[in-house]
């Protein structure tokens, strides 16, 4: 007896199995919970849909054929073990409609090999010790609906990127794509374009006037003239009112002061964060997401690993008692003045799915300050403006007082402005999220009859600005707006689309290539139903209406498919093929063996290539424009830097000709010089078309310095 007690006290004791999608989750969650858990990662999804093939039993309710993904059934195997040797399995996957599939599909493939273990699932909003404990005291079983969500969203997608694809493999080129959300936000960003190429600027001009009182001097636009607002559509009628206003005596008219209470802002949803990260940081959208990944999972804080924001992929800014009693108490400490006597409320989005809260900071005592010294330079800056997002939203209104002076000059009046805080509410915790226009501007101490000083009259040329091209900040906006897509789409649709190369990233803006416009026009023209905005926002909701429990999936599919694949085989059977007509001949002839160059498009855009491909397979870029050198009969072609890899526009008569531009040609003539005119792009004016020759005002100020090297 003593012997066999002896034995069973020396066999170890069974540990409780966790696995999580990713290990720097594993490592810190593993800290958290001690010697009686083994921690580990199953880095996503291990069974999934083949590449290879369709894999839905489309004759069987759309049923998905998974298997095992290609290169992770060692790590399943292992997992399967580890279970084998637990006590007890905690699926702890990302609490949203891809981690429960994953949580899904564990679950299935451990109880094939060990039935005996029990399995239940875990969320957690954050990573912090209470969460952590909390869910594992609260174990729970998987939400079939979310993993039939899910399930439909898998099948919907791999049914129209299955069956478009060969259709345009064979129709315009093998190895292009479609899908069904990305396809949408390519449509968004084709239908911008088109108004971007369509919009014709229209000239006009401001007049600024320069005005000192004592030693202080500042400026004042022009805002009436003889009582009404001035029309300067060119240089000759703004100069017309200089001539008139010339030795007139300046006097303040008139002082107007106006109070502001402006409301903090929610906390982050993934939308808003994506947005603030690319306007304040110029992160891309998957960077954005990269960074609060690392953040979310932990990050070495002295002794201890800590997540140091909540889960950032939500549509919720709901937040929970336990952080509002955490900021409130820091607010308290740190500025008791501004703690409003009750929590500040917000209201959460008709679309939101509110499975999450809002994403901030897991302890509010973890200011930027403190962690300035362990986090790098990327996730210091994301941390901070989701903190000060976070503590602003619990403080009081701001106040601000703005003072309007008009300035009487003859028969003109300029107006100009100051705002000021009188009261700093939440701005006493905003840095980075401080913008310029609440920083105000200062100017002397003004009242009513005073005599100024004129310093002088500036006029200045402008181009009315067409509609803005996307940018990451902005399309993310728009998705939202029309309901297209969740928070953990955002950053892969727009991921997709520059992988593809149907659109290029161009001074932050979104810009579809030519093969891009091809796709899409060819989509709109014979699928305008599948990849309208509507359709797919209604999409959206068909499928949170299956996580709720109010659809059965496999009938929203069948109703979509059985129109979807009809239209498809007629398409397929009367579209006429692309290939031909892509494929242009030239004039130019190639230099290696003499035979005519064509015009093929490939997946950066058109280029040239020798007719005798394979034999010949000499290829180049296509001119752009005529280089505008004297003498040259050079064309303008794409050239990349070396290291960079910095695209800029050059003469094909290099070293002879070392003309250069790093704006783009157009296709288009000056008509006032006949140089070509090129697309420039700046912080004040946007994307706006100028000539490229420096002696010419065509549709830029002469005070400009184009970015060219013209030589002599």
């Not at 001539?243 to 906390?267: M, R």
Request: charge should be positive; glycine fraction near 6%.
């Amino acid at each position: 007896m003593a012997k066999k007690a002896a034995e069973t006290k020396a066999k170890p004791r069974k540990k409780n199995l966790i696995i999580v999608e990713s290990p720097a989750k594993a490592k810190t969650i593993e800290k958290y919970l001690g010697s009686g858990y083994m921690v580990k990662a199953s880095m996503g999804h291990l069974i999934d849909l083949p590449k290879s093939r369709i894999a839905i039993d489309i004759e069987h309710g759309f049923q998905p054929e998974y298997i095992t993904v290609r290169g992770r059934a060692k790590l399943l195997k292992e997992l399967q073990q580890d279970a084998k040797n637990a006590r007890h399995v905690f699926l702890a996957s990302d609490n949203d409609r891809e981690g429960e599939a994953i949580a899904y599909h564990l679950c299935h493939a451990i109880k094939e090999k060990c039935a005996d273990v029990p399995i239940n699932r875990i969320v957690f909003n954050e990573i912090t010790p209470q969460a952590i404990k909390n869910a594992v005291q609260n174990p729970m079983d998987i939400d079939e609906s979310k993993v039939n969500a899910q399930k439909a969203r898998r099948v919907l997608d791999r049914l129209v990127g299955y069956n478009l694809s060969p259709l345009l493999w064979q129709k315009v080129k093998n190895g292009l794509s479609a899908g069904r959300v990305q396809s949408v936000a390519l449509r968004l960003i084709c239908e911008r374009e088109a108004e971007v190429e369509n919009f014709i600027p229209e000239e006009f001009w401001t007049l600024e006037g320069s005005f000192k009182k004592g030693k202080t001097a500042f400026n004042a636009q022009l805002s009436l003239y003889k009582g009404d607002k001035p029309v300067l559509k060119n240089e000759r009628d703004v100069q017309t009112i200089i001539d008139l206003l010339q030795g007139q005596s300046a006097i303040i008219s008139d002082i107007k002061s106006t109070e502001k209470s402006i409301h903090p802002k929610p906390p982050f949803t993934t939308s808003t964060m994506q947005q603030a990260a690319a306007n304040r940081l110029g992160f891309t959208s998957r960077k954005t997401m990269q960074v609060a990944q690392q953040l979310y999972e932990g990050i070495a804080v002295g002794s201890s690993r800590v997540g140091l924001i909540t889960y950032m992929r939500t549509d919720s800014v709901r937040i929970s008692d336990v952080a509002l009693e955490d900021v409130r108490k820091w607010i308290g400490e740190q500025h008791p003045g501004f703690l409003p006597a009750q929590p500040n409320i917000y209201t959460v989005g008709a679309k939101a799915q509110d499975a999450h809260e809002g994403i901030r900071p897991t302890y509010c005592t973890y200011t930027p300050e403190y962690l300035k010294d362990y986090l790098n330079r990327d996730q210091l800056r994301l941390y901070t403006l989701i903190w000060e997002r976070f503590t602003a939203s619990q403080m009081t209104n701001a106040k601000t007082e703005t003072i309007s002076f008009e300035i009487t000059v003859g028969d003109a009046v300029f107006k100009t402005a100051t705002t000021k805080v009188t009261e700093k509410g939440f701005y006493a915790v905003l840095n980075l999220l401080l913008s310029k226009e609440e920083k105000g501007k200062v100017l002397p101490v003004l009242k009513t009859g005073d005599e100024l000083t004129v310093g002088g009259l500036a006029p200045e040329q402008h181009f009315t600005q067409g509609p803005a091209r996307y940018t990451d900040a902005s399309i993310v906006k728009m998705l939202e707006q029309k309901g297209i897509g969740r928070p953990s789409t955002y950053a892969p649709i727009i991921s997709v689309l520059l992988d593809r190369y149907y659109v290029n990233r161009s001074n932050k803006q979104l810009v579809p290539t030519q093969l891009g416009r091809i796709i899409n026009d060819i989509l709109v023209e014979n699928f305008n139903d599948i990849i309208d905005v509507n359709f797919t926002a209604g999409m959206e909701q068909k499928l949170d209406e299956i996580e709720d429990h109010n659809a059965d999936w496999s009938q929203i599919i069948g109703a979509f498919y059985s129109p979807f694949i009809t239209q498809v085989d007629s398409v397929m059977t009367h579209l006429g093929s692309f290939k031909g007509r892509l494929d242009e001949p030239t004039d130019f002839t190639c230099e290696k063996c003499g035979k005519k160059m064509m015009k093929k498009l490939g997946r950066f855009g058109f280029f040239l290539a020798c007719e005798g491909f394979p034999e010949c397979r000499n290829t180049k870029s296509i001119p752009l424009a005529k280089c505008p050198r004297p003498g040259c009969n050079g064309q303008i072609v794409s050239r990349r830097a070396k290291g960079r890899g910095k695209e800029f526009f050059g003469c094909t008569n290099f070293p002879q000709c070392d003309f250069l531009t790093h704006f783009k040609p157009i296709n288009a003539t000056c008509p006032q010089c006949g140089w070509f005119l090129v697309e420039r792009y700046d912080k004040k004016n946007g994307s706006y078309k100028a000539c490229i020759n420096p002696d010419c005002s065509y549709l830029h100020s002469t005070a400009e310095e184009p970015e060219t090297q013209i030589g002599e």
